[in-house]
T-cell receptor
Framework: AQKITQTQPGMFVQEKEAVTLDCTYD???????LFWYKQPSSGEMIFLIY??????QNATEGRYSLNFQKARKSANLVISASQLGDSAMYFC?????????????FGQGTRLTINP | GAVVSQHPSRVICKSGTSVKIECRSL??????MFWYRQFPKQSLMLMAT?????????EQGVEKDKFLINHASLTLSTLTVTSAHPEDSSFYIC???????????FGPGTRLTVL
């Protein structure tokens, strides 16, 4: 069975600093995708970044990058130059990439607070 | 971009009533949709996988007679919370799996409060 672990319930960071949110995963499937979502207080799930298990390069999207270490089964999210608007819950998730629609499995989440 | 809507966004009802929540993919077809429940300060928990034209697949511990799912078309899935009780109060979120590439898109969520 797939499992996602986020060990940081809360993180407090000064504005403009970089922050790393940890995520480790466990799966026996050779082909899978890893996702990070941001959930502000409004509740909507905002997709941030995606990494496929066979991708050679770490994914980047603007200020977001994913530090993918396959052998260690970790997929940490790095946010550079944090902003006050980055304060939210962040969820790491994974899904199989075998044929067809596959459910997402979520980690427990990390609440990030950016201090001015 | 692909959009998924949910209706209503917020509902308050009395204990014992039934509540229907709609999840629509507005600009793409989705044979498969997913329903999640999220309690305060917790993660999203998958309740069921909704498949167009067939019965939903429920996760372990989720009462299928309590949470009725109907996926009547390629763009609409509904979740009905039957005989709702205060413990059913939660944030319900759907996601739709786009047929052409299996990319998933989330709805904005429905906040249910049962008095």
């Amino acid at each position: 069975a797939q499992k996602i672990t986020q060990t940081q319930p809360g993180m407090f960071v000064q504005e403009k600093e970089a922050v790393t949110l940890d995520c480790t995963y466990d799966t026996s499937d050779p082909s899978y995708g890893l996702f990070w979502y941001k959930q502000p207080s409004s509740g909507e799930m905002i997709f941030l970044i995606y990494q496929g298990s066979y991708d050679q390069q770490n994914a980047t999207e603007g200020r977001y990058s994913l530090n993918f270490q396959k052998a260690r089964k970790s997929a940490n999210l790095v946010i550079s130059a944090s902003q006050l608007g980055d304060s939210a819950m962040y969820f790491c998730a994974m899904r199989d990439l075998i044929q067809g629609a596959q459910k997402l499995v979520f980690g427990q989440g990390t609440r990030l607070t950016i201090n001015p | 971009g692909a959009v998924v809507s949910q209706h209503p966004s917020r509902v308050i009802c009395k204990s014992g009533t039934s509540v229907k929540i709609e999840c629509r993919s507005l600009d793409f077809q989705a044979t498969t949709m997913f329903w999640y429940r999220q309690f305060p300060k917790q993660s999203l928990m998958l309740m069921a996988t909704s498949n167009e034209g067939s019965k939903a697949t429920y996760e372990q511990g989720v009462e299928k007679d309590k949470f009725l799912i109907n996926h009547a078309s390629l763009t609409l899935s509904t979740l009905t919370v039957t005989s709702a009780h205060p413990e059913d109060s939660s944030f319900y979120i759907c996601s739709a799996d786009r047929d052409v590439d299996n990319e998933q898109f989330f709805g904005p969520g429905t906040r249910l409060t049962v008095l």
